[in-house]
Each structure stands twice: as structure tokens, then as C-alpha cells.
């Protein structure tokens, strides 16, 4: 064989293994991300939160599902889920059964474009330009998402969508405050703006998107941890450069895991953060478009994170 016909055949196989790999493994290895956020007075108890975003399901999709359901065994103290839960018409019902265990414990939840509407088969190339239609602007299907929201406040958890709760946890007085997803336009945080509570222990700010001008104001308002999701991590990464993409204005190399977060930090390493920077936790998120199936070097996740006080040791074992 010639050799340029060699290499062309080597290029073809690879990119043959890499879309198997892709479509039929990864999208599938579900896994659970720890962190320890050392955000809490001295002396408080440790809290564990679990993160859930992006879990775009469809009803037989019943090996997430399951996975899903099995998270309740992590046993945390919180629940936080930052939205686009569903990516089929019929979801909703698939969706409640599988965060079912998890409306059990205390928790709370925002929004995203994937609750409010239908995922559309679009170029993935429109993901490098953000002016391309969203929600209602696409056409898309309006998706139940009262039936939803109905099912999650029926369990307990606090709707943030542009709102500003509080509660206590394990002796924690948690302020939380969210908005509606900013990938649509939706978010409100005027409605909400203000100084973090002096009398919480911790104030933290929710939403979907992490667009930099609500995490700015959440983060001057005094809001020490801020979760989002939106971004698929990247969905599909290059081995060693990370995420190409992050369908907002988020610097790509926020698009997955815990950073530190300012005003004006977008671009910026955390090593430059002051020593009053919030904590951002973007989910690289557990799902996909239904017409996008795949991921590649960015598994799909859930996140467990660990609230302490500063002097808590992360290495101990809780």
C-alpha cells in the first residue's frame, strides 16, 4: 500500500475509534467528582452537597436513570440541581422517578433552556458562534416544565429561579440565591441583588448558564460559592487542551470542575484571585443533546462536594 494511502487508512480507523469510543463508551462512564470547598465559619460541621445539572434524559434511558437513583447512597446533606433535565417531550415522568431518592433530602433548583424546550438537531460548528437561536427563537417544542418544577417543590426542594431562600442544614443557615437560566435571557438577579446575609454562615448563588455578568454580581454580593452547569464540560475535548467550547462566555478553561471566581476573573488564572474570591463549581454535567450523543475526554458526572471551615483538613476522611 502507498504510504500516503497507509496514513490516510490510520487517520480513518483512528477517528472510526475515537467516534465508537465516543458514542458507545464514554457517554455512558458515569462518574462521581469530590471536592473539598473550604468556605465554612471555624468550628462548623462539614456539609456534603451534591451537584446534579445537564441530565438531558429521554425515558429509556434507563441505565442513567438507575445511576441516578443510586447517588442517594452518597448519603449528602443537600441537593443542588442546576437544570436542563430533560431532552424528550415525554421526560418529565422519567425525571422524577430518577431524582425520586434524592426529593427525600433538602435541596434546591434552577432552570435550563433544556426544561423550558425540546433540543433541536442543530450544526454542532453553530456552538462556536453564540448568536445562534435559542429556546422559543428556534421553534423548538415548549416542554412541560410547570409539571416538572410542580414535582421538584412537591419533594421538598426550593425553587431559585430568581429567588432568594434560606434554610438550615445540619446546623448550617444556608442563604441560597438563583436565577432563571441566562442562556435564554431569563435571569433576573436585579429581582434579588443584595449583601450577602451577615447572620448565614454561607450565602451561595445557583444557576444554570455560568455567564460571567451573574457570576460577577453574585460574587460581589458576597456569595462564597456559586454552581452552575450548562457547558457539558466541553462535551467533546482534546485530550491535553481541554474543552473547545463553552456555549457562553465563560472562559474554557472554567468549563468543568472548582475554580475561584471575582468580578472581572473571566480569562484569569485563580492563582490571581484575591483571598475573597468565591468558589465556582461548573458541572461538566451526566447527559448529551439526544442528537449529539456523544463525549469524549469529559466523562459525565455528578459532583459531591465537601463544605468546611477553612482550617478542615482534606485529606481527612468524613
Not at 116 to 138: C, D, W
Not at 261 to 289: F, I, K, M, Y
Request: glycine fraction near 8%.
Amino acid at each position: 500500500m502507498h504510504p500516503a494511502a497507509r496514513a490516510a487508512a490510520a487517520v480513518t480507523a483512528a477517528g472510526a475509534g475515537a467516534l465508537a469510543w465516543a458514542s458507545l463508551v464514554e457517554r455512558n462512564w458515569y462518574a462521581v467528582r469530590r471536592a473539598t470547598l473550604p468556605v465554612l465559619p471555624d468550628g462548623a460541621t462539614p456539609v456534603r452537597v451534591l451537584h446534579i445539572s445537564d441530565l438531558h434524559l429521554v425515558p429509556r434511558q434507563e441505565r442513567r436513570i438507575a445511576w441516578v437513583r443510586g447517588l442517594a447512597s452518597l448519603e449528602p446533606d443537600f441537593v443542588v440541581n442546576t437544570g436542563d433535565n430533560c431532552s424528550d417531550l415525554d421526560a418529565v415522568p422519567a425525571v422524577l422517578r430518577a431524582m425520586e431518592p434524592l426529593l427525600h433530602l433538602p435541596g434546591a433548583f434552577v432552570l435550563g433552556s433544556n426544561d423550558y424546550f425540546a433540543p433541536t438537531a442543530k450544526n454542532p460548528l453553530l456552538y462556536f458562534n453564540r448568536s445562534h437561536p435559542r429556546g422559543s427563537e428556534s421553534q423548538a417544542d415548549e416542554l412541560p416544565w410547570r409539571e416538572l418544577v410542580a414535582g421538584f417543590t412537591s419533594g421538598g426542594w426550593l425553587d431559585l429561579t430568581n429567588a432568594r431562600r434560606s434554610l438550615t442544614v445540619r446546623g448550617l443557615d444556608l442563604e441560597l440565591v438563583g436565577v432563571d437560566d441566562p442562556h435564554l435571557g431569563y435571569d433576573r438577579y436585579p429581582a434579588v441583588a443584595g449583601p450577602a446575609d451577615p447572620a448565614a454562615d454561607l450565602t451561595m448563588g445557583v444557576l444554570h448558564a455560568p455567564y460571567t455578568h451573574v457570576l460577577d454580581a453574585m460574587a460581589a454580593d458576597g456569595a462564597r460559592v456559586l454552581l452552575a452547569g450548562h457547558t457539558h464540560g466541553g462535551q467533546l475535548c482534546v485530550p491535553g487542551y481541554g474543552a473547545l467550547v463553552t456555549n457562553c462566555d465563560l472562559d474554557r478553561r472554567r468549563a468543568k470542575g472548582v475554580s475561584r471566581w471575582w468580578p472581572g476573573a473571566n480569562g484569569q488564572r485563580s492563582t490571581s484571585a484575591p483571598c475573597d474570591a468565591a468558589w465556582l463549581e461548573v458541572s461538566a454535567g451526566l447527559g448529551h443533546n439526544k442528537y449529539t450523543p456523544v463525549r469524549f475526554a469529559c466523562r459525565p458526572e455528578a459532583t459531591l462536594l465537601t463544605l468546611a471551615p477553612a482550617s478542615w483538613d482534606s485529606g481527612r476522611t468524613l
